[in-house]
């Protein structure tokens, strides 16, 4: 069985859902998160965790989405966090792909909310693109654990932040024939890998450039087996154990 870490079901309306769940059941998924992106979103997915009892969420501030935020931000997240179905602090991060003049300001956001993971003692979802330096140079100062949701940066940063307690969230990404994140891959042990989706973002080989859902987990994971050589019910169970290590389901 395997667990999504990473998905964005948000929008889906319910007969979606329903048709969502039953695929990734029948494709072997126990369990799926579902990540807020703003205040908005986070409430969204904690009203979907609540329906579903293999459901779970991670509320947060995208770092696309920190203009016009709200002064009471924080504290609705606090808020929020106290629903049993909330495990963890997430998207959470820092993008310098789309923007980057507005750095100071997404890196204020992000230490506000890794002061209030640590608070609560949740893990975090960190999106990082484009941003090596100075998400490792912040992660640093708290003691904190979590996982770098799409991670796609080099050998020598995936060391790194695996030496602070962190996981690297694999995707789809690792299909792509174009990627080089097969050859990081190789040389991580499996302990510190969870498999995500990213849905309906970033469908994996052969199902490229469709709508990605939980179900195509299996896609990925039968690319991480061939990359370390092991079955397919190993890299289910030893990845499941890793999630489960990182989020309390227990709630």
């Not at 993008?95 to 975090?124: C, G, M, R, T, W």
């Not at 090596?132 to 770098?148: A, H």
């Amino acid at each position: 069985m395997f667990i999504d870490t990473h998905c964005h079901i948000d929008e889906l309306n319910e007969k979606e859902v329903i048709k969502y769940l039953e695929n990734a059941q029948k494709n072997d998924v126990e369990k799926l998160i579902i990540s807020g992106v703003d205040l908005e979103s986070s409430k969204k997915v904690i009203d979907l965790s609540n329906k579903y009892s293999n459901i779970y969420c991670t509320i947060g501030i995208h770092p696309n989405n920190i203009a016009n935020l709200s002064e009471n931000y924080l504290f609705e997240l606090e808020k929020m966090s106290k629903n049993s179905k909330v495990v963890g602090i997430g998207e959470i991060g820092l993008d310098y792909f789309y923007i980057k003049d507005n750095s100071v300001k997404q890196i204020e956001i992000l230490e506000q909310q890794l002061l209030l993971a640590e608070k609560l003692k949740l893990p975090i979802v960190i999106h990082n693109r484009d941003a090596d330096e100075d998400i490792l140079r912040i992660i640093k100062k708290y003691s904190l654990k979590g996982v770098f949701h799409c991670f796609s940066s080099n050998l020598e940063f995936a060391k790194k932040i695996i030496s602070l307690n962190y996981k690297l969230g694999i995707g789809g990404i690792i299909t792509f024939k174009n990627s080089d994140l097969k050859n990081q891959i190789k040389e991580v042990e499996i302990k510190h890998i969870v498999l995500e989706t990213d849905s309906p973002y970033l469908s994996p080989e052969p199902n490229r450039g469709q709508i990605n859902e939980s179900a195509n987990i299996k896609f990925i994971a039968e690319k991480l087996s061939k990359i370390k050589n092991k079955t397919l019910e190993e890299i289910a169970r030893e990845t499941t154990r890793n999630a489960k290590e990182l989020f309390d389901f227990n709630n």
